[in-house]
């Protein structure tokens, strides 16, 4: 490494990463005090990396060796992580050290890109193991179910994936797919049922049991605990769900105790609201709930899933739509409280201008991503807006990712 001045490619360095950031890298400083970021080192570590691109004010690695182990640092337990699965990037980190990393990451996130400073808090995580019901997996070269190398389209076997519900591993366990075709695979942790969904004109897919549902209208039931009793939930293969349905416990959960108005809400609309599970989960006592999703596979679900509550709303309204498209109808009873889950990108400023339209007193936001997270916060702000509380949540242990449940109360 050079003495002095910036780094260029293909210098060998040694560095001390600082503390991990948004994406699951971590932060170290080259030796004039510049920016450089490498992927799967850990806080503590002293580590030997090679430089793969470098830019006026920071520069990126790769990680070539650990010279010496941070206290932070584990040797992965699950065979596929070990050999180069992407999916559990974190699987080197102690599992007792996630949640202080990942509130630190969403503390900056929003101190750097928001100008706010806030205490973040730890709402816990999902259990470390066998939590995942839904996973995307791809054909190895034999055929068999495979994972992705991490930043590689290679294929890694599945040998007994740590995070998979067991239920999900006996599937697997029995399926054969073209090489290289993609299938997504559910399971029910309710009765145990299942849904493939896949791109036919890609490939085919053998070896499923014959109870486990394909094509455009194959769906589980699942159910999950909620403070106003389970709720039970039709999933359509094509619509979006948790990684489970402890991570839907917990998210909804957490809501609650961010935003306890929506127990006795008069209008509560839930936007990006999937199949209904946030507004099931949270609305069981509102005059009216309404619903804003633009997947149809999600909207068709919700409208089974929000009339089963028991007893229902008087008014049920389900919106298939863009969010920054959406209007309320013009007989519509003015809205109290907002929740919104949106994608990783974020409400932006589409979203922001829908919840501003409704203005309602709270608004409970789910975020994941932290970037984008503080970005919504920042649009928030000058929407009038201000963010009282964050909770930060791990629904994927083992990975980077990072939920976070915040609370924004209308200022003017």
């Keep these: 490494m050079p003495p002095d001045g910036p780094l260029a490619v293909g210098d060998e360095v040694e560095l001390e990463p ?7 890298e ?5 030796a004039d005090g510049r920016v450089v970021f490498v992927r799967g080192a850990v806080p503590g570590d002293r580590i030997r990396a090679t430089v793969i691109d470098a830019r006026r004010d920071w520069s990126r690695v790769r990680l070539l060796s650990v010279v010496s182990s941070g206290t932070d640092r584990v040797e992965a337990s699950c065979a596929a992580r070990r ?6 990037d974190w699987a080197e980190v102690a599992d007792a050290a996630h949640m202080s990393h990942k509130v630190g990451v969403v503390v900056e996130a929003l101190r750097r890109t928001a100008r706010i400073d806030l205490d973040v808090l730890d709402g816990g995580s999902v259990p470390r193991t066998g939590y995942r019901t ?22 890694v076997p599945i040998t007994g994936c740590e995070v998979a519900h067991p239920r999900l591993l006996e599937l697997l366990d029995g399926m054969t797919l073209s090489p290289g075709l ?23 897919v ?25 709720v039970r939930l039709r999933v359509s293969a094509g619509s979006f769900f948790q990684s489970g349905p402890a991570a839907a416990r917990l998210l909804i ?26 507004a099931a989960g949270l609305g069981s006592s509102a005059r ?35 969010v920054g498209a959406w209007r309320a109808s013009a007989d519509a009873a003015p809205c109290d409280v907002v929740i919104a889950d949106p994608a990783r990108s974020g409400l932006g400023r589409p979203g922001v201008a829908a919840v501003e339209r409704l203005r309602p007193e709270v608004l409970g936001l789910v975020s994941c991503d932290p970037v984008s997270m503080a970005r919504d916060a920042a649009l928030l702000a000058e929407a009038g807006f201000r963010l009282e509380s964050a909770i930060a949540l791990d629904l994927f242990p083992g990975s980077h990712h990072v939920e976070v449940v915040s609370r924004f109360v209308r200022d003017r």
Aim: proline share 6%; hydrophobic share 35%.
């Design 288 to 322: 009216r709930l309404t619903v804003v999703e633009s997947s149809r596979s999600a909207t068709s679900d919700a409208l089974v899933n929000l009339p089963r509550l028991d007893p229902p709303p008087a008014e049920i309204d389900v919106a298939t739509s863009e």
């Design 206 to 230: 053998s070896g499923l049991p014959v109870e486990t549902r394909t094509g455009r209208d194959a769906a589980i039931e699942e159910v999950v605990d909620s403070p106003g009793g389970p």
């Design 26 to 30: 971590t932060l170290a400083r080259s």
């Design 18 to 24: 600082e503390r991990f950031v948004a994406g699951g």
């Design 182 to 204: 993609e299938v997504t695979v559910r399971v029910s942790d309710h009765d145990g049922g299942s849904t493939a969904r896949w791109d036919r004109r890609a490939g085919e």
């Design 253 to 278: 959960r957490t809501l609650a105790r961010v935003v306890p108005e929506c127990s006795d809400a008069e209008h509560l609309v839930d936007l990006y609201g999937g199949v209904g599970l946030l």
């Design 134 to 155: 839904t996973m995307r997996v791809v054909g190895d070269e034999s055929g068999r179910p495979a994972l992705r190398m991490e930043s590689s389209n290679t294929a």
């Design 83 to 88: 050999a180069g699965c992407g999916g559990c």
